[in-house]
């Protein structure tokens, strides 16, 4: 079965750090780009980073630009976000998502994991 | 980079036809035929429905179909029915090498 499997999520005080890992089975990790999508519970989807298949094209939303890095271990079929600096409005469901690949031109997420919750409070 | 803009709700009965609008900026939508939609139920993980504007993955009903124009995009459902109600986000490639997600569309089936 393909899959995606995000854990890592917990509770932080605001300034802390946090990193998610999100682990893929089924298909061939190495081919794929990857993406990181969080979501507010009740609000919408939010882009926040993506890789390519070998780590070294990368890119993030401006709102965690510096403070996320996003990294892939092929090996380990696995990939991470190390979140550093988390506000409150980091505060979210985040998801890991596959991208679509060559079926696609553009990109876009066809297998998503059930997201892992980040808590960030005083 | 600005959401792009959804109606925050559409309606309507079982059978019929509804469209969700997507509008962007030439700088996203506009600017590349790199336009996804995303079903997602309540408690549920998103599901790609269209992607590249028009492309259905395998599996997803025809029902379903995309088009744009400038920089709107929109999403068509037909033969509305039941299962069918869920939230509905567009995204799109931006000129910034990122993506960008719509605020979304709450689809109640009346």
């Known amino acids: 079965e393909v899959q995606v499997v995000e854990s890592g999520g917990g509770s932080v005080q605001p300034g802390g750090s946090l990193r998610l890992s999100c682990a893929a089975s089924?298909?061939?990790?190495?081919?794929?780009?990857m993406h990181w999508v969080r979501q507010v519970p009740g609000k919408g989807l939010v882009w926040v980073s993506r890789i390519n298949s070998d780590g070294t094209t990368i890119s993030y939303a401006d709102s965690v630009k510096g403070r996320f890095t996003i990294s892939r271990d092929n090996a380990k079929n696995t990939v991470y976000l190390q979140m550093n600096s988390l506000r409150v409005d980091d505060m979210a469901v985040y998801y890991c998502?596959?991208?679509?690949?060559?079926?696609?031109?553009?990109?876009?997420?066809?297998?998503w994991g059930q997201g892992t919750t980040v808590t960030v409070s005083s | 980079q600005s959401a792009l803009t959804q109606p925050a709700s559409v309606s309507g009965s079982p059978g019929q036809s509804i469209t969700i609008s997507c509008t962007g900026t030439s700088s996203d939508v506009g600017g590349y035929n790199y336009v996804s939609w995303y079903q997602q139920h309540p408690g549920k993980a998103p599901k790609l429905i269209i992607y590249?504007?028009?492309n259905r993955p395998s599996g997803v009903s025809n029902r379903f179909s995309g088009s744009k124009s400038g920089n709107t995009a929109s999403l068509t459902i037909s033969g509305l029915q039941a299962e069918d109600e869920a939230d509905y986000y567009c995204s799109s490639y931006t000129t910034s090498n990122t993506l960008v997600f719509g605020g979304g569309t709450k689809v109640t089936v009346l």
């Open positions: 089924g298909f061939s990790f190495r081919r794929f780009w």
């Open positions: 590249d504007v028009t």
């Open positions: 998502a596959r991208d679509v690949g060559p079926a696609a031109v553009g990109p876009s997420m066809d297998v």
